[in-house]
């Protein structure tokens, strides 16, 4: 999938992003086939443009009420949403792989609908403003040591919210098969390298812990809309700058090994893999 035009933006320095982060720790021959060799997709699972459509449904409507404080229609979105995955469908030239819960293009329409109909009924905002949707950030990644290096961390944060008391809280949003455990919120990465970017940007103190939220989008038969609560403090942020860190010297010292896991049956690189 084509990056954000947000992103696009950060990338012409020198730099690395959580999702590269994640691709290495979770299987850095993944890494490898996607960022160094740049080979295409051989598939594409139904999730990774199905959540890439709802993603731009929502983040229609938190910019419609940042931008001009009014309330997008529920049809508004869920046409948003019909024509980004159709887009998608029309522009990829691998075999996209559905799913169990999305087995074919009608019920992909009709659960993207249903998705965005719950989170219409449920989003609530009161006591909060939108500060920023899709905010771009950057930030030079710092050792473990305090030393400056030449790689910039960048990314692109879902949506960020001020309470009546003047804190922020970061929201990232996602769709789901399942619900997510508070432990996996809690060690979630992805939360770490926000509050990193907040923190070099100073929207927040650099000593002060970071408000977090997870807004999930359970495809069950009757969509549920979950929050997940979390906090990152400054020890979570140095330790996500010494995993970083890390992962960059793996790549530099060229070590790339097949890792087996559940993300497997949504790879895009099996064949190759198989015969690695």
């Known amino acids: 999938m084509p990056k954000s035009p947000a992103l696009q933006e950060l990338s012409e320095d020198l730099h690395v992003s959580h999702g590269q982060i ?6 850095s021959l993944s890494y490898r086939f996607h960022y160094l060799e740049q080979r295409p997709f051989e598939r594409i699972s139904i999730n990774l443009p199905f959540g890439s459509a709802v993603h731009s449904a929502i983040e229609r409507y ?10 997008e229609p529920l049809s508004n979105l869920q046409d948003s949403f019909e024509d980004a ?5 029309e522009s990829t030239k691998v075999p996209i792989i559905y799913k169990k819960d999305m087995p074919d293009h009608k019920r992909v329409i009709d659960m993207g609908k249903a998705l965005l109909e719950t989170f219409y009924n449920e989003v609530n905002l009161t006591g909060f403003q939108v500060v920023d949707v899709e905010c771009p950030l950057s930030a030079t990644l710092y050792t473990e040591e305090g030393e400056s290096t030449d790689i910039k961390l960048i990314g692109v944060i879902d949506l960020l919210l001020m309470d009546d008391a003047g804190e922020l809280t970061v929201v990232d949003n996602k769709t789901a098969a399942k619900s997510k455990s508070q432990d996996a919120v809690d060690d979630d990465l992805q939360f770490s390298s926000y509050a990193y970017l907040c923190a070099s940007n100073r929207l927040t103190f650099k000593t002060s812990p970071i408000k977090c939220r997870m807004d999930v989008l359970k495809k069950t038969k009757t969509p549920v809309f979950e929050h997940y609560h979390t906090v990152r403090t ?4 140095k330790r996500f700058a ?8 793996g790549i530099e010292s060229r070590v790339f090994i097949p890792s087996k896991s559940w993300l497997c049956s949504d790879c895009g690189f099996i064949d190759i893999c198989a015969a690695w």
């Open 22 to 27: 994640f691709r290495y720790l979770t299987c």
């Open 234 to 237: 400054a020890d979570h942020r």
């Open 62 to 71: 938190y910019r419609s009420i940042k931008e001009s404080n009014a309330v």
């Open 85 to 89: 995955i159709t887009r998608s469908f």
């Open 242 to 249: 010494k995993i970083a860190n890390a992962v960059l010297q």
